[in-house]
Nanobody, 116 residues
Framework: QVQLVESGGGLVQAGGALRLSCAAS????????MNWYRQVPGKQRELVAS???????HYADSVKGRFTISINNAKNTVYLQMNSLKPEDTAVYYC??????????WGQGTQVTVSS
């Protein structure tokens, strides 16, 4: 089992920046990939960024060049640095992990609100 706890959300003006954190605990040795998703009411959850244990990264087209996913292995924490934020980035952001047994784990989510 893996437990994920997000933090760092909040209210920011357009053009500003936020850094989300996701602390992982439990059977973290089994994790293959860490992801950040986001969801707005009435829409499907959207993959924003992912990073594998091998270092491969993927970003949604809407955030390329603005968001950066990184992992601090010593702190068992994954980050999402979000720069040049836009109102359309407003959503609940979720941390997600997939392990080597293809089990999926979710954090509780953190609200990000970008005002225009």
């Amino acid at each position: 089992q893996v437990q994920l706890v997000e933090s760092g959300g909040g209210l920011v003006q357009a053009g500003g920046a936020l850094r989300l954190s996701c602390a992982a605990s439990g059977s973290i040795f089994s994790i293959n990939v860490m992801n950040w998703y986001r969801q707005v009411p009435g829409k499907q959850r959207e993959l924003v960024a992912s990073k594998t244990t091998g270092g491969h990264t993927h970003y949604a087209d809407s955030v390329k060049g603005r968001f950066t996913i990184s992992i601090n292995n010593a702190k068992n924490t994954v980050y999402l640095q979000m720069n040049s934020l836009k109102p359309e980035d407003t959503a609940v952001y979720y941390c997600n992990a997939e392990d080597s047994y293809y089990r999926i784990y979710w954090g509780q989510g953190t609200q990000v609100t970008v005002s225009s």
